[in-house]
């Protein structure tokens, strides 16, 4: 059993910035890779940023220049650093552990781009 734990989501006005986090415990010896991923509402699911074990970053291209994704192999941790927020930003926040042959998720966390 894999437990991925997030925060940092909230309200937030346009051009402000937020930090999430999330906290990886249990049977995490094999992750390969870490993420964000987000759900706007009345949409599907999307990607919005994945780091590999050496730190290799991905982005989606509506995040790139704005927002930047950053792990603590010793903590077990990923970090997402969102600059210049804009209210399409707004959508449920998953953290996602990446494992040979499944994915873990996180509960979410709501982030709002609103004035």
């Known amino acids: 059993q894999v437990q991925l734990v997030e925060s940092g989501g909230g309200l937030v006005q346009p051009g402000g910035s937020l930090r999430l986090s999330c906290a990886a415990s249990?049977?995490?010896?094999?992750?390969?890779?870490m993420g964000w991923y987000r759900q706007p509402p009345g949409k599907q699911r999307e990607l919005v940023a994945t780091?590999?074990?050496?730190?290799?970053?991905n982005y989606a291209d509506f995040v790139k220049g704005r927002f930047t994704i950053s792990r603590d192999n010793a903590k077990n941790s990923v970090y997402l650093q969102m600059n210049n927020l804009k209210p399409e930003d707004t959508a449920v926040y998953y953290c996602?552990?990446?494992?040979?042959?499944?994915?873990?998720w996180g509960q979410g966390t709501q982030v709002t781009v609103s004035s």
């Open positions: 996602n552990a990446r494992f040979p042959g499944t994915d873990s």
């Open positions: 249990g049977r995490i010896f094999n992750i390969y890779a």
């Open positions: 780091i590999t074990l050496a730190g290799s970053p």
